[in-house]
């Protein structure tokens, strides 16, 4: 397997690297405000707003999602030093991609662009936290170094970022995940060290997928995979994501099929208000289920 694994990734490597993307922090000079907002702005804000909030809880109908795509763009273009909703776009575009776009074999090229957005929406929110952090992106530093400067509140940017460059690269090829994986573990790792509880342990279902997908010689270790996963779902027991991650990633490769089967029947089988904040979420991820059930004949032996 080693020499298979080492095979392909020579065969990549020797017809070029990854896709490449342009970054926000190509743009100079960052898009700032330096007057408070006008009493007429503010009304629009508050506005924009409440309907966005209000179109969010309906996220599970991608109208609705867009919805809130639109009036949370409207919101940072009036004030764009607003972090905290472009974190939330991030979020949204992720959500867009991998909650509605993700189904339809057709809307490949659109997912793609989806998290480009998501992407860039979580780059502007990193630049509006830290002027330091953007002043290194656009003097050439790799992202790996410049997290360096960043503390807690960075967090949902950081982490939102990484997981739509992860599905990013996952769309565009091998090429570009290998391309890609080091900064986005080195992001994930950030998170994982300020805050791990972020959005029911995120950090930790990502190394429970990273440490299953990567072979051993790349840092792959099936138990510290399963150390992962069994945190998130102890802590984090009623997002569905947690379980069905823990299905798609280490029971397949540990080829473990009871437990595939099992963590996925918890998924389908328990009700998505089990937790409230993540009803949408929850109902994709049994539908996500369903479909790694139906073919389970293919993912064992």
């Given at each position: 397997?080693?020499?298979?694994?080492?095979?392909?990734?020579?065969?990549?490597?020797?017809?070029?690297?990854?896709?490449?993307?342009?970054?926000?922090?190509?743009?100079?000079?960052?898009?700032?405000?330096?007057?408070?907002?006008?009493?007429?702005?503010?009304?629009?804000?508050?506005?924009?707003?409440?309907?966005?909030?209000?179109?969010?809880?309906?996220?599970?109908?991608?109208?609705?999602?867009?919805?809130?795509?639109?009036?949370?763009?409207?919101?940072?273009?009036?004030?764009?030093?607003?972090?905290?909703?472009?974190?939330?776009?991030?979020?949204?575009?992720?959500?867009?991609?991998?909650?509605?776009?993700?189904?339809?074999?057709?809307?490949?090229?659109?997912?793609?662009?989806?998290?480009?957005?998501?992407?860039?929406?979580?780059?502007?929110?990193?630049?509006?936290?830290?002027?330091?952090?953007?002043?290194?992106?656009?003097?050439?530093?790799?992202?790996?170094?410049?997290?360096?400067?960043?503390?807690?509140?960075?967090?949902?940017?950081?982490?939102?970022?990484?997981?739509?460059?992860?599905?990013?690269?996952?769309?565009?090829g091998f090429a570009t995940v290998?391309?890609?994986?080091?900064?986005?573990?080195?992001?994930?790792?950030?998170?994982?060290?300020?805050?791990?509880?972020?959005?029911?342990?995120?950090?930790?279902?990502?190394?429970?997928?990273?440490?299953?997908?990567?072979?051993?010689?790349?840092?792959?270790?099936?138990?510290?995979?399963?150390?992962?996963?069994?945190?998130?779902?102890?802590?984090?027991?009623?997002?569905?994501?947690?379980?069905?991650?823990?299905?798609?990633?280490?029971?397949?490769?540990?080829?473990?099929?009871?437990?595939?089967?099992r963590e996925l029947n918890w998924?389908?089988?328990?009700?998505?208000?089990?937790?409230?904040?993540?009803?949408?979420?929850?109902?994709?991820?049994?539908?996500?289920?369903?479909?790694?059930?139906?073919r389970a004949g293919e993912l064992?032996?």
């Open positions: 397997m080693r020499h298979l694994w080492v095979a392909i990734v020579a065969a990549v490597l020797s017809v070029g690297c990854g896709a490449s993307r342009a970054s926000v922090f190509d743009q100079d000079p960052a898009p700032r405000r330096s007057r408070p907002l006008s009493t007429q702005e503010q009304s629009e804000t508050e506005r924009l707003g409440q309907e966005a909030e209000a179109a969010w809880g309906e996220r599970g109908q991608e109208a609705r999602l867009q919805a809130a795509i639109r009036a949370w763009s409207r919101m940072v273009e009036i004030n764009p030093n607003d972090h905290e909703t472009w974190a939330r776009l991030a979020r949204a575009h992720y959500l867009h991609a991998d909650g509605h776009i993700y189904f339809e074999e057709s809307r490949q090229a659109e997912l793609m662009q989806v998290h480009q957005r998501g992407i860039e929406a979580a780059e502007h929110a990193l630049d509006a936290i830290s002027p330091e952090f953007g002043t290194r992106r656009r003097a050439g530093t790799r992202m790996e170094e410049a997290i360096t400067v960043l503390e807690a509140n960075a967090v949902p940017a950081l982490y939102w970022y990484a997981a739509n460059l992860g599905r990013w690269a996952a769309a565009d290998l391309e890609r994986k080091d900064e986005i573990r080195a992001v994930m790792q950030k998170c994982l060290d300020l805050e791990a509880t972020y959005f029911h342990r995120a950090p930790d279902r990502y190394f429970g997928a990273f440490y299953a997908r990567a072979p051993s010689f790349a840092g792959g270790d099936l138990n510290k995979s399963r150390e992962h996963f069994e945190r998130a779902i102890r802590e984090a027991p009623n997002y569905f994501g947690n379980h069905r991650l823990f299905a798609e990633e280490y029971a397949v490769k540990a080829q473990d099929r009871a437990l595939f089967e998924v389908i089988e328990h009700q998505p208000n089990a937790e409230p904040s993540t009803i949408p979420e929850n109902t994709i991820e049994q539908r996500k289920a369903r479909m790694l059930l139906e064992f032996e």
